[in-house]
């Protein structure tokens, strides 16, 4: 109950374990087409080019840098963790002029002061920002903010590593230009997979871009002629080997995804995230994100005073076989977070989560009533 990689159901772990064939081989080409189709479904787009990288989300990162950004392009991103300021390398590396705008870790990314920044710089020509912060457990509002970039007329980039799955997330409808993510977060699936959806608009940013790619692995237009037949291009082109077994697994997440319906995961993980909170709120235990800005399937939660950070985590580990995380950048040694992701989110790792915690916290002196929180979250749930 980490941020990650969260627990991989059984079917996937099966699917992962199928013989492995060539990446041209027709059955393989097949599987590759439902894959897109499941992503678009999961992304909630009929964006033609969706396609999962054959690297893990950091480098979906990169894919959306080194294909969308010209050297001197002016991009606005925003920072409010660890990986918005990863965005903000990224983009540098990519020959970007960056501009940032700061936020207060554990708050969303504010509408109204990317606004006046687009306002104040006609040059800025897209903006990115984090959906889901994943060190903070923040949400900001990817509708509201992709309305302001196009106002602007400013293309997006958006980091979903975390959101995708767990929380609402309209592609089409929200009018995301580039959006990547990650498979082992809501997905449950194993690492190492990066799922990329780009708009119409941002497909001919990248067809009319100029100055050669940096990255050849992850150039779009070469590997698209892997992953997409057309009349000019009736065969499949040899681009790289694919994780042949590791897209086995995805297929098998995105078919576990589209089985229960995106509805459906956006409401569960609510649910067990309510839950979870009643039960820590008994324990004393703070969280840090106000309720309106909460990731549901990642809780940043203040350790209390006297609590050992180290210590607690290390017997959570050894005696109930719990993993939790520690708090990254300005949070570390100050918070923890709790995931509560994909096949993982569920009423039993819930009540695991909250009778361990009594149990070690009051081992080390701290003094909480763990059958009063295991009764809230039974209140929560009933």
């Given at each position: 109950?980490?941020?990650g ?25 097949a599987?590759?087409d ?7 479904y999961?992304f ?16 979906g ?5 080194m294909?969308?950004?010209?050297p001197?392009d002016?991009i606005?991103?925003c ?31 504010s ?17 990115a ?11 900001s ?18 980091d ?16 995301i ?12 699936c ?6 990329v959806?780009f ?7 990248i ?9 050849w ?37 995105l078919?576990?995804v ?9 409401a569960?993980?609510a649910?067990?995230?309510k839950a ?6 008994v ?12 990731l549901?399937e990642?809780n ?12 607690v ?10 993993e ?21 989110c ?5 009540e ?30 009933a």
């Amino acid at each position: 109950m980490g941020p990650g990689p969260s627990d991989v159901s059984p079917r996937v772990l099966k699917a992962l374990g199928q013989p492995t064939i060539g990446h041209l081989d027709p059955a393989f080409v097949a599987l590759m087409d439902e894959i897109k189709e499941l992503l678009q479904y999961a992304f909630m787009t009929k964006n033609r080019l969706t396609i999962p990288v054959s690297a893990p989300g950091s480098a979906g990162m990169e894919t959306c840098f080194m294909n969308m950004v010209d050297p001197n392009d002016h991009i606005l991103v925003c920072i409010n963790g660890v990986f918005g300021g990863r965005m903000a390398e990224v983009a540098k590396r990519a020959g970007a002029k960056v501009t940032t705008l700061d936020f207060e870790w554990g708050t969303a990314v504010s509408p109204a002061k990317v606004d006046e920044a687009l306002a104040a710089d006609s040059s800025i020509s897209m903006l990115a920002f984090v959906h889901a912060e994943t060190s903070t457990g923040v949400r900001s509002d990817a509708k509201e903010l992709c309305e302001i970039a196009r106002k602007h007329n400013c293309l997006t980039i958006v980091d979903a590593v975390t959101s995708l799955a767990g929380i609402e997330l309209r592609v089409d409808d929200w009018g995301i230009d580039a959006i990547y993510s990650g498979t082992q977060k809501c997905l449950s699936c194993v690492p190492g997979i990066s799922p990329v959806s780009f708009s119409e608009k941002a497909v001919e940013k990248i067809q009319n871009r100029t100055h050669t790619n940096d990255s050849w692995f992850l150039d779009l237009k070469l590997v698209m002629a892997y992953w997409e037949q057309s009349e000019a291009q009736p065969k499949r082109a040899y681009h790289h080997t694919a994780p042949v077994n590791s897209l086995y697994a995805l297929h098998e997440s995105l078919v576990m995804v589209r089985e229960e319906g995106l509805e459906n995961a956006w409401a569960r993980h609510a649910k067990h995230h309510k839950a979870l909170v009643a039960g820590l709120s008994v324990l004393g235990i703070e969280m840090i994100v106000d309720e309106a800005h909460r990731l549901p399937e990642l809780n940043t939660v203040k350790i209390p005073e006297g609590a050992d950070d180290a210590a607690v985590r290390g017997a959570l580990l050894e005696q109930f076989d719990l993993e939790i995380g520690a708090g990254l950048g300005k949070f570390a040694g100050n918070a923890w977070r709790i995931g509560l992701m994909g096949s993982a989110c569920k009423r039993e790792n819930v009540e695991l989560c909250i009778s361990a915690l009594a149990s070690v916290l009051n081992e080390q002196g701290y003094s909480c009533d763990g059958e009063a929180a295991i009764a809230a979250v039974a209140e929560s749930y009933a």
